[in-house]
Structures are given as C-alpha cells and as structure tokens.
C-alpha cells in the first residue's frame, strides 16, 4: 500500500510517500527511511490505537514501512495516521479510498485511536488546487479542503469540510499611524516605505531611532495574498524580527544539520531590525552581507545544501559615540576624546556599512512635528498606485542589479551621462543606491522620469550623510 502524508522540511511541510508493505516473519514493524525519533516513538501509538479501535495487528508478519525520499532525515508530527491507516488498507480491515492521487494522510494519534490535526496542518502546508488531506478533527482555519476523521474506526465514512475563509486577515500595526513627525523624519519614512530600502538611522540616544523603525512597520505594503495564504504573517502583518545584539551569526543566518532557516528568513518580506548596530559582533555583520543584498541565503552542511528566503529590508540604529549623544553638527561636551569616538565606528566594516541605502541622524533635540502618520500613508497609497500603472523597464527574471540598471533609461539627460560618468561614487554599489532612492523619490513626486531634483535630494540621503559622518568623526 502506497499512500502520500507530510513530513517536515526545514520551516515547512512538504509531501512524502509512505509505502506499507507486510512479509512473512515475527510481528514486528520496521520504519525505513532515516526517521527521528519523533515517528520512531510513534509506532507505540500506533499499534496502541489499533488495539484500542478493535482492530487486529497482523499476526505473523512483520510489517515495513518506507518513507521516501528515503536519503533526508524525516520529522512529522502527523505520519503515524498515515502508518495507521495504511496498515488498516493493507491488511483489508478498512476499503482503501477511491481517491488516492492528491490525498494527503496527516494526523496525530491518541492512545485510544482518536485522530487529531496538528497545528502545523494549518500554517506550514500550502497544498495544490484539488489536493485533499485526510486529518483529524481541529480548530484551525486554513483555505483548503479536509477529511476528517474523528477515530480510526471511523476512516471509511471521513467528512468533508470544504474549503474555508482563511483565518490570517490583514491588520496594519497602528502605533506608526498614531505619531507625528518632522519634514525629515517624513521624508524619510516615506522613501524607505515606498522602495524598501535598507536605512540606517545614527545619532543621539532619545532621538527617536527606535521610534521611527516602528513607524516604518505600520507604513509598509500590505502583504501580498500569497503571504496571506501561507499565514506567513506577524499580527496579521509583514513579519518585524528584532534579535538582541548578542545573538549569534549561527541563529540569524540558520544551520544545522539538515540546515534550518535562521532569523534573517524568518523576516523574508518584511523587516530585520538591528537595534545598536554597532554591539552586533562582526560575525554577525559580515554573514548579513551577502543575503541582504542578495535576498537569499544558500546554506550547505555536509552533503546537505539548502536555499532559503531572506528578501528582507534591513533597518539599524546605533549611537555614534560612547555618551550616546553626539550626532554631526552637534556639539557635546562629555569629556571624551574624538579618537575614542571616532574608535566606536571602527566596529562596523566598510563592506557593510556600504550595504545600508541611505543614512539619517538623530540629534535629540525638540523640534516641530507637524506630518502625521495618516497622512503619510495617503501619500505612500498614491505613490504605490502610482508605480503600479507606471510603465516598467525591467524584465520578469532580472537580477536585482540587473533590473536597477534597466532603470537608467528613466533617468532624464544630462544627468544620465552626469552620474554614470561621476566620480562622486566610491562603489558601485552606492551608485545603485542613489538610483534606487532617487526612482522611489520620482514616484514619490509621481513623475515617470527621475529629474534633476530627484538626483540631488537622492545624493544627500546616499551620500552626503554618509560623508559628513566620515568627515566629522575624523575631526575635519
């Protein structure tokens, strides 16, 4: 007997084949297939189960079960329904089901041969239209179809519970909505928002940096429908993760054997936020640099290889100096030498730094807040809808960089030869980000082509801020 369940594949559930097959011998079952101990210790409820349904074990025979692919260590909360019920279709105690092809069986049992959903039913399975799975009875709310079955006894007359609303609805985090903000704070929000760019924020400590990251949350798009789907949300919205600064490299990027996803995948689609940046070791730093360019992550252990999501927008704070108050421009007097201050920023490499955008400062000081979080996002809403309708240069399949570059024919003349030509840029990369930034400025303006005014307000937020941090902790 051959039938189909799920097994666990890193931070999902994927389908398996669980072949049932009896032979002569003494009564004992054989679980092939590189199980953990998890299915291991489930052949106990099972044969407890049946016993306890009235069935018989088979006599005589010793019963194997294969669970292919048979070279990846397997877990699976829901495989010992499967083995149950495939020993029951086997030895022709219960009829197998007509439909077979798109049957998933997926169930936990109890001692007394109650059959139950696991949790794990409801958000990591995303099956194929017409695919069907034969569970137990359960509260979760997902959209597709179920079988269920309350008791073993019961696995020829399952019942059919259609397919659902799903229970993940869309609520936008408020907090950010609530505030107001300066003309730069807004500024910035609103360019981060709309293009997803990576934004350190510096400076003093009370500045409000941490503020402004949470208002960023409540400003983002709303998550697709397939993030709604998969219940790949957080509080009904795009995920926000935040580890604390003593994390290691191993628990943001994963590992593992076979590897598992790492915080950094765990916000795929929506924020990593790094709160004190400059307390993350260097591990840290240099292991985030590849996969936030990138929006991937390929792990490999021993023969074991594995690619995982990390298209994320990454958001950092820190402080500047050891005080915690002093930001460009600013004045502080707290006894400090600027060589120990400049020493603070010697913690974070140049390759990394260079991944971030762009670059604000937060002085601390009071000044007028007259931009509400509501009206940023009516603004965020109309530059959003602007984008959409816009004609697109790139091309389904492109590289990220690839694609930015397809952007220079939206930029007017003669700044297209200006800045391609320019050597106001240090890398290549902080060429991108100008052009990235100043793109999501001309769709902030509604404008189908970056203009000249776009160019230079993008050249301030990705450049100019990043050399007068350069420039004032050098004392210049």
Request: charged letters at 25%.
């Amino acid at each position: 007997m051959i039938l189909q369940s799920l097994i666990r594949e890193h931070d999902r559930l994927v389908p398996a084949e669980v072949e049932v097959l009896l032979l002569p011998g003494l009564p004992h079952i054989h679980l092939l297939g590189l199980p953990d101990q998890v299915i291991k210790e489930s052949l106990h409820r099972v044969r407890s189960a049946l016993r306890s349904q009235g069935f018989e074990w088979p006599k005589a025979r010793q019963v194997l079960v294969n669970i292919r692919p048979v070279d990846r260590r397997k877990s699976s909360r829901g495989l010992e329904f499967a083995i149950a019920a495939g020993l029951l279709w086997e030895t022709g105690q219960k009829p197998p089901p007509l439909q077979q092809k798109g049957l998933y069986v997926y169930g936990e049992l109890s001692l007394s041969g109650e059959v139950i959903e696991p949790e794990d039913l409801a958000t990591d399975f995303l099956p194929e239209d017409g695919d069907l799975v034969m569970t137990g009875s359960g509260t979760a709310q997902r959209g597709f179809s179920r079988l269920r079955v309350r008791q073993l006894a019961d696995l020829d007359r399952p019942e059919l519970h259609p397919m659902e609303a799903p229970m993940f609805e869309i609520r936008r985090p408020p907090e950010g909505l609530r505030r107001s903000f300066t003309a730069v704070e807004a500024r910035a929000l609103s360019i981060a928002a709309l293009g997803g760019h990576h934004w350190l924020l510096a400076g003093a400590s009370g500045g409000g940096k941490t503020t402004l990251a949470r208002a960023l949350w409540s400003l983002l798009d709303p998550p697709s429908a397939l993030d709604q789907k998969t219940g790949r949300l957080q509080e009904g919205w795009r995920p926000w993760v935040a580890p604390h600064h003593s994390a290691s490299a191993l628990s943001l990027v994963g590992g593992g054997m076979p590897p598992r996803p790492g915080e950094i995948s765990r916000a795929d689609g929506g924020i990593l936020f790094l709160d004190e940046l400059l307390e993350f070791s260097p591990a840290v730093q240099e292991a985030l640099r590849e996969p936030v360019e990138r929006g991937v992550i390929r792990l490999s252990r021993g023969h074991h290889s594995q690619v995982f999501p990390a298209a994320l927008q990454l958001v950092a704070t820190t402080n500047l100096c050891p005080c915690g108050r002093w930001a460009p421009g600013v004045k502080v007097d707290c006894g400090r030498s600027l060589r120990r201050c400049a020493s603070v920023l010697e913690r974070i490499s140049g390759p990394f730094f260079d991944r971030f955008d762009f670059l604000t400062f937060a002085d601390g000081r009071r000044q007028v807040r007259d931009h509400s979080g509501e009206d940023l996002l009516l603004r965020l809403e109309a530059a959003r809808a602007f984008r959409a309708n816009r004609p697109s240069r790139g091309k389904p399949g492109m590289s990220p960089d690839d694609e930015v570059r397809a952007l220079w024919e939206d930029v007017e003349e003669p700044w297209r030869s200006e800045f391609r030509e320019s050597n106001l840029f240090h890398s290549e990369r902080r060429r991108l980000s100008t052009l990235r930034v100043a793109r999501s400025l001309a769709d902030l303006d509604a404008s189908p082509t970056i203009r000249g005014r776009h160019w230079e307000e993008a050249l301030e937020w990705t450049l100019k801020n990043f050399e007068r941090l350069r420039t004032a902790s050098l004392g210049i």
